[in-house]
């Protein structure tokens, strides 16, 4: 693991990262950096214990992401090759897909992690980044359901939305579905 945040009671996180990951210029410290303390922001106050669902997973990682790479396009991500071998691989039809198990490869965590940056990036030029971080908190911070979540910020089912961005996802990575 390159780096995670853990939540220390409801208002603290800890940021570990592995400094011998970076060695070499390999990977973007800023980025992964930032990538960390966008989990701190987003998720600061909500209590540690509280579980998530994949749908939820995709929009923490991809918020993260998002921040991580300052909000620039995920066609400059170095995880796009492995985003589009995931879209091959598995079937991504809506936003609310399978988070990879923890045994997956790292290819495979990377390109779901991509997959997420590119379904908030969605978002945001569907409806613009304040409705994007309205939707996120609803669903995420307050635990509203992707239905009405969605209805309140966006004024359409998740389901139209969800299935939108992921054709959205594929037509942008270039792969066809």
Same mark, same amino acid.
């Given at each position: 693991?390159?780096?995670?945040?853990?939540?220390?009671?409801?208002?603290?996180?800890?940021? %570990?990262?592995?400094?011998?990951?970076?060695?070499?210029?390999?990977?973007?410290?800023?980025?992964?950096?930032? !990538?960390?303390?966008? !989990?701190?922001?987003?998720?600061?106050?909500?209590?540690?214990? #509280?579980?998530?669902?994949?749908?939820?997973? %995709?929009?923490?990682?991809?918020?993260?992401?998002?921040?991580?790479?300052?909000?620039?396009?995920?066609?400059?991500?170095?995880?796009?090759?492995?985003? #589009?071998?995931?879209?091959?691989?598995?079937?991504?039809?809506?936003?609310?897909?399978?988070?990879?198990?923890?045994?997956?490869?790292?290819?495979? %965590?990377?390109?779901?992690?991509?997959?997420? !940056?590119?379904?908030?990036?969605?978002?945001?030029?569907?409806?613009?980044?304040?409705?994007?971080?309205?939707?996120?908190?609803? #669903?995420?911070?307050? &635990?509203?359901?992707?239905?009405?979540?969605?209805?309140?910020?966006?004024?359409?089912?998740?389901?139209? %939305?969800?299935?939108?961005?992921?054709?959205?996802?594929?037509?942008?990575? &270039?792969?066809? #579905?």
């Amino acid at each position: 693991m390159l780096a995670y945040a853990s939540g220390q009671g409801k208002y603290g996180f800890d940021i %570990v990262v592995r400094m011998s990951m970076f060695a070499g210029g390999k990977r973007d410290l800023r980025v992964t950096l930032q !990538h960390e303390f966008g !989990h701190a922001v987003t998720l600061m106050g909500i209590a540690p214990q #509280r579980t998530f669902a994949d749908r939820d997973t %995709v929009l923490t990682e991809g918020i993260a992401e998002y921040i991580g790479e300052g909000a620039a396009s995920p066609l400059r991500s170095e995880r796009l090759p492995e985003v #589009r071998r995931y879209l091959r691989d598995n079937a991504v039809l809506d936003l609310d897909f399978s988070w990879p198990r923890q045994e997956s490869s790292v290819d495979t %965590v990377s390109g779901a992690y991509g997959v997420g !940056h590119f379904a908030v990036t969605c978002l945001v030029k569907k409806f613009g980044q304040d409705k994007m971080f309205a939707y996120f908190d609803a #669903r995420v911070r307050q &635990g509203q359901d992707t239905d009405r979540a969605s209805e309140t910020v966006f004024g359409k089912p998740w389901q139209t %939305v969800s299935s939108d961005c992921a054709a959205w996802i594929y037509k942008t990575a &270039g792969v066809k #579905r």
